[in-house]
């Protein structure tokens, strides 16, 4: 597997150093990996170290999944061959399961800043926005099997859609529905994700490549993997990790170690890895901290908002 290290974004400013070494520790905190098995219906979830147990069962061919702020687990549960309609999915932290929205075929999910669910409906190649209510709206239309969701820093939603043979694109939209193409001439985007330094990764299914986009649109392969993809997710540490169609799940470092993390039964669809709580600003500064700054570094991007 061939990777490369990505750099942070963020510069410390003032801070005293115990409150600094609080702050990384707290926002290094473990999680656990959330993967939906398509084929089987359930959702596992996998420790660090590689303990797994069912968080979740009973679905309908599960694929996309993304947390809200409260940490309710929405879950994309796909319609099948036979025409039927597929369904969204609300887990509590519980566990407790009820229905959000029917009547769709999704198959990505994603949450903006102010707490919209974003689905992608895959027969009808529409976008839809649902509020925490469950209202549901059309934000845009006219795509090609659209598979995957991601939000950048600034708010603009990333679509892959397309199949194989290179008919696969990545299209940006802006908050007000401004919509430009990213990215062409992949084949069969499934699932996106940014990383800390808001470079995004586009892992492929039938090229079983996963490639990276600086935010100017620069295009790089980051690793080649076995068996096809499906899912990416980035971890705390800034780990990806993806799935392999009936396949592993593999870890990769920033450093490009890459290694086996877990094997999972039946075709291994999305990950998602469980939110940790954020730090407390005034519970850090209590402990000491005299004062936080992080400064954000521009960095020049094409797209929607160039």
């Known amino acids: 597997m061939k990777t490369k290290k990505v750099a942070s974004p963020y510069s410390l400013g003032t801070t005293a150093c115990v409150g600094a070494?609080?702050?990384?520790?707290?926002?290094?905190?473990?999680?656990?990996?959330?993967?939906?098995?398509?084929?089987?219906?359930?959702?596992?979830?996998?420790?660090?170290?590689?303990?797994?147990?069912?968080?979740?069962?009973?679905?309908?061919?599960?694929?996309?999944?993304?947390?809200?702020?409260?940490?309710?687990?929405?879950?994309?549960?796909?319609?099948?061959?036979?025409?039927?309609?597929?369904?969204?999915?609300?887990?509590?932290?519980?566990?407790?399961?009820?229905?959000?929205?029917?009547?769709?075929?999704?198959?990505?999910?994603a949450f903006n800043s102010a707490g919209d669910l974003f689905e992608s409906d895959y027969k009808s190649g529409d976008i839809y926005e649902?509020?925490?209510?469950?209202?549901?709206?059309?934000?845009?239309?006219?795509?090609?099997?659209?598979?995957a969701l991601a939000f950048n820093s600034v708010g603009d939603?990333?679509?892959?859609?397309?199949?194989?043979?290179?008919?696969?694109?990545?299209?940006?939209?802006?908050?007000?529905?401004?919509?430009?193409?990213?990215?062409?001439?992949?084949?069969?985007?499934?699932?996106?994700?940014?990383?800390?330094?808001?470079?995004?990764?586009?892992?492929?299914?039938?090229?079983?490549?996963i490639y990276e986009?600086?935010?100017?649109?620069?295009?790089?392969?980051y690793a080649t993997m076995p068996n096809g993809l499906w899912g990416l997710a980035f971890d705390n540490a800034g780990d990806l990790f993806a799935t392999a169609y009936a396949g592993p799940i593999y870890e990769i470092t920033p450093g490009g170690a890459g290694s086996t993390f877990a094997n999972e039964p039946g075709i291994p669809a999305n990950l998602v890895f469980q939110p940790v709580p954020e730090?407390?600003?005034l519970g850090v500064l209590g402990a000491g901290v005299t004062a936080i700054a992080f400064y954000r570094h521009a960095r020049k991007r094409s797209g929607c908002n160039a």
Request: proline share 6%.
């Open 21 to 109: 070494v609080m702050l990384m520790a707290l926002s290094a905190q473990a999680q656990n990996l959330l993967v939906s098995v398509y084929s089987t219906g359930d959702i596992y979830a996998i420790t660090p170290g590689g303990v797994q147990s069912v968080f979740a069962s009973g679905l309908d061919y599960p694929f996309g999944m993304a947390f809200n702020s409260q940490g309710d687990l929405f879950v994309a549960n796909s319609a099948d061959d036979a025409g039927e309609s597929g369904y969204i999915t609300e887990i509590t932290p519980g566990g407790a399961q009820s229905t959000f929205a029917t009547g769709v075929d999704p198959k990505a999910l």
């Open 157 to 209: 939603l990333f679509v892959g859609a397309g199949y194989g043979n290179g008919n696969g694109y990545i299209e940006e939209i802006t908050p007000n529905g401004t919509q430009c193409l990213f990215a062409s001439g992949l084949s069969f985007p499934s699932q996106l994700v940014f990383n800390s330094a808001g470079d995004l990764f586009v892992a492929c299914q039938n090229t079983s490549a």
């Open 130 to 147: 649902y509020a925490p209510n469950g209202v549901r709206s059309a934000f845009a239309s006219g795509f090609s099997t659209p598979q």
């Open 279 to 281: 730090p407390s600003v």
């Open 213 to 221: 986009y600086t935010p100017s649109g620069v295009q790089s392969t």
